[in-house]
Nanobody, 128 residues
Framework: QVQLVESGGGLVQAGGSLRLSCAAS????????MGWFRQAPGKEREFVAT????????YYLDSVKGRFTISRDNAKNTVYLQMNSLKPEDTAVYYC?????????????????????WGQGTQVTVSS
């Protein structure tokens, strides 16, 4: 089991940037594939980005490609989501999630049911 704590959310104007962080507990962080999801009011939770345990492989929601970048620092037990050129439609609570993937072939984990471990979320609000 891994504990996840997100930070870095806030209020930003359209076109601005934010960097979200997700700090994980435990000494086996490098064995987890990590994902970012978001949920806007009245909508279902939506996949945003995922990164493999090594950090070599990433995958994004089409609407954030070229604007968002997922990365990780396994020495710091932290995964990041750099968000640039933010739009009002990016407004949501953002969650990080973890899935144990040590020893498995890389796969794109894009469904929320793929991840058993979740953080509490951080609010991102983009004003127009």
């Amino acid at each position: 089991q891994v504990q996840l704590v997100e930070s870095g959310g806030g209020l930003v104007q359209a076109g601005g940037s934010l960097r979200l962080s997700c700090a994980a507990s435990g000494r086996t962080f490098s064995g987890y594939a990590m994902g970012w999801f978001r949920q806007a009011p009245g909508k279902e939770r939506e996949f945003v980005a995922t990164i493999s345990s090594s950090g070599r492989n990433t995958y994004y929601l089409d609407s954030v490609k070229g604007r968002f970048t997922i990365s990780r620092d396994n020495a710091k037990n932290t995964v990041y989501l750099q968000m640039n050129s933010l739009k009002p439609e990016d407004t949501a609570v953002y969650y990080c999630a973890a899935r144990w993937s040590y020893g498995t072939s890389y796969n794109y984990y894009t469904d929320s049911s793929d991840y058993p471990n979740w953080g509490q979320g951080t609010q991102v609000t983009v004003s127009s």
